[in-house]
């Protein structure tokens, strides 16, 4: 014990400064980049660390207010967690900020900074369709062996020519426009409208079903990710390799593509996110295993929530105005507008969302 009651009190002090400085320096290290670029300039793990260090310096407050320490240190704690207050329980962002706030910064900066493994996604999809496209064409059995019965919808390789372009064109068979002919006209308008809404929303639940599987199994080291975007690049092929044998390229692809265009690209960016999950899990890099997976889990599952949007609009497209459209340039202008809209969003905003700290740095 100390004979000297103010060498006592100033040992206490130094030795209290000395438990806890370091995480005090940490604290004041992500104000200053806060105060200087803004709460969005921080990466994952300062803003995983910024409550409990906020914590730790009112607790570090608390006590020496307790035991008296010099005032010099308390005016510096009082301080210092004055500041992370206002960060940890600043006001908060209305709903439709938020909301508006995840489309046009979040959503897009997250696929730009994945665009690799979206790349690849396209690419796998791609090299399906040709080789489904490819096999049909040449063998027209193998339409079977692809198709799922349920999708077909009665298409396959030995329907004719007019059979096919009827579908395509929204136009009812002989044998249901004869029994239409009886039937009120209004209850007739009432009925295509219900049965457009409950097409729609089958639509949208099959896509994002397609879609979380994707996801889902991104955790099996990506392997099966890569499995069903062949696959469903498999299906398109064989689909459009029928309609290609009877001369409907043009018919068709003006019928696929409105829809088609939102539709295959939320498909790709959701196994996109179930690649980076694969990656993430199979090469962690300089992080933990699961430190590296729950980071990429996070990036997934901002693509993975943006899609559900994109397979909204999707089915809204393909249930009316696939249904409601039959003229083929309407129909490749719709097409060429969404792919227009999509590559600025993506390509154009979602880099300058990325670079402007949307998402913060990365975690080293």
């Given at each position: 014990m100390w004979k000297d009651g103010g060498v006592e009190y100033r040992m206490k002090s130094v030795q209290f400064r000395r438990e806890r400085e370091a995480a005090w320096r940490q604290l004041e290290e992500i104000l200053a980049k806060a105060d200087r670029k803004g709460l969005r300039a921080l990466d994952e793990d300062e803003l995983y660390r910024?409550?409990?260090?906020?914590?730790?310096?009112?607790?570090s407050l608390s006590v020496a207010r307790a035991i008296s320490l010099d005032r010099a240190l308390v005016d510096y704690l009082d301080s210092l967690a004055a500041r992370a207050y206002v960060y940890v329980y600043g006001a908060k962002p209305g709903y439709l900020k938020a909301v508006l706030r995840f489309f046009t910064a979040v959503f897009p900066a997250t696929v730009w900074r994945l665009r690799a493994a979206v790349a690849a996604s396209i690419l796998v999809t791609v090299l399906g369709a040709t080789v489904g496209f490819q096999l049909t064409l040449h063998d027209p059995d193998l339409f079977f062996a692809f198709m799922p019965e349920e999708m077909s919808a009665g298409r396959e390789p030995a329907s004719s020519r007019e059979d096919l372009l009827r579908v395509l064109r929204n136009q009812p068979s002989p044998d249901e426009a004869e029994d239409g002919e009886t039937d009120d006209g209004e209850a007739d308008g009432r009925r295509d409208v219900s049965a457009l809404t409950l097409f729609a929303s089958y639509l949208f639940t099959n896509n994002a079903r397609?879609?979380?599987?994707?996801?889902?199994?991104?955790?099996?080291?990506?392997?099966?990710?890569?499995?069903?975007?062949?696959?469903?690049?498999?299906?398109?092929g064989a689909f459009a390799a029928i309609h290609h044998r009877r001369d409907l390229g043009f018919e068709l692809w003006g019928w696929l593509l409105p829809h088609g265009v939102t539709e295959l690209l939320a498909v790709c960016l959701c196994g996109a996110a179930g690649l980076t999950l694969g990656w993430a899990l199979v090469f962690p890099g300089r992080r933990r295993r699961l430190d590296s997976l729950a980071r990429a889990g996070r990036q997934a599952a901002v693509v993975v929530l943006g899609t559900l949007l994109m397979f909204f609009l999707a089915g809204l497209i393909e249930g009316y105005f696939r249904q409601l459209v039959v003229d083929d340039l309407p129909r490749y202008l719709l097409a060429a507008s969404t792919a227009v809209l999509w590559t600025w969003y993506f390509l154009v905003l979602g880099r300058r969302a990325e670079q402007g700290g949307a998402l913060g740095e990365e975690t080293r």
């Open positions: 910024l409550p409990t260090l906020y914590r730790g310096a009112v607790s397609v879609g979380m599987l994707c996801f889902a199994v991104g955790f099996a080291a990506g392997v099966p990710v890569i499995l069903v975007l062949f696959s469903n690049g498999l299906v398109l």
